[in-house]
T-cell receptor, first 113, second 116 residues
Framework: EAQVTQNPRYLITVTGKKLTVTCSQN?????MSWYRQDPGLGLRQIYY???????DKGDVPEGYKVSRKEKRNFPLILESPSPNQTSLYFC????????????FGNGTRLTVT | QQQVKQSPQSLIVQKGGISIINCAYE??????FPWYQQFPGKGPALLIA?????SEKKEGRFTISFNKSAKQFSLHIMDSQPGDSATYFC???????????????FGKGTKLSVIP
């Protein structure tokens, strides 16, 4: 089954404790992206990757890091999480760009206390 | 910052009625306008998309209307059903140059409830 898998689904952590949210897709997609979803703000792009070793900032990259060492994986790293990063995070992938259908994971709900 | 303004924030429609969600944009470089549908506990999924060379696109009960001069586009759901209850996001992407085609700007979403 074609899918984007995020782990974990739920994560509660404390301020400053480094964490990684994993994202993996099995569709051989070149494009991958991370979004955060907040009430009243919709979906905002954090980082995206056009291919292996090629990444770029989205609209809200501060406090986040990403890497794309393999085509299928695109982890999101929060090196020093803060409470304002409490949010619902989505990973997405597509065959080429955002002009192809984006396939989203089921989300990771992160709470930073 | 590029913006897509979406309204209303929430919408309640009776079964069989027409649901209408509107979006407006400022950036004239936008040339790809998708709508995504999100059910609770799930990620968004592409519903329908339009490019500005057409004024309307229909897929089943879902229609996008596009007004290039007004820089507005809307989603119409005909014969709305309870199963259509979800959050709908409009979005836009700029012309295929540089980073434009790799960034999708979303509206803030509309929570649609279709009541029996």
């Amino acid at each position: 089954e074609a899918q984007v898998t995020q782990n974990p689904r739920y994560l509660i952590t404390v301020t400053g404790k480094k964490l990684t949210v994993t994202c993996s897709q099995n569709m051989n997609h070149e494009y991958m992206s991370w979004y955060r979803q907040d009430p009243g703000l919709g979906l905002r792009q954090i980082y995206y990757s056009m291919n292996v070793e090629v990444t770029d900032k989205g609209d809200v990259p501060e406090g986040y890091k990403v890497s794309r060492k393999e085509k299928r994986n695109f982890p999101l790293i929060l090196e020093s999480p803060s409470p304002n990063q409490t949010s619902l995070y989505f990973c997405a992938s597509s065959a080429g760009s955002v002009r192809s259908p984006l396939h989203f994971g089921n989300g990771t709900r992160l709470t930073v206390t | 910052q590029q913006q897509v303004k979406q309204s209303p924030q929430s919408l309640i429609v009776q079964k069989g009625g027409i649901s209408i969600i509107n979006c407006a944009y400022e950036n004239t470089a936008f040339d790809y306008f998708p709508w995504y549908q999100q059910f609770p506990g799930k990620g968004p999924a592409l519903l329908i998309a339009i490019r500005p060379d057409v004024s309307e696109k229909k897929e089943g009960r879902f229609t996008i209307s596009f007004n290039k001069s007004a820089k507005q586009f809307s989603l119409h759901i005909m014969d709305s059903q309870p199963g259509d209850s979800a959050t709908y996001f409009c979005a836009a992407s700029a012309a295929y140059s540089g980073a434009g085609s790799y960034q999708l700007t979303f509206g803030k979403g509309t929570k649609l409830s279709v009541i029996p």
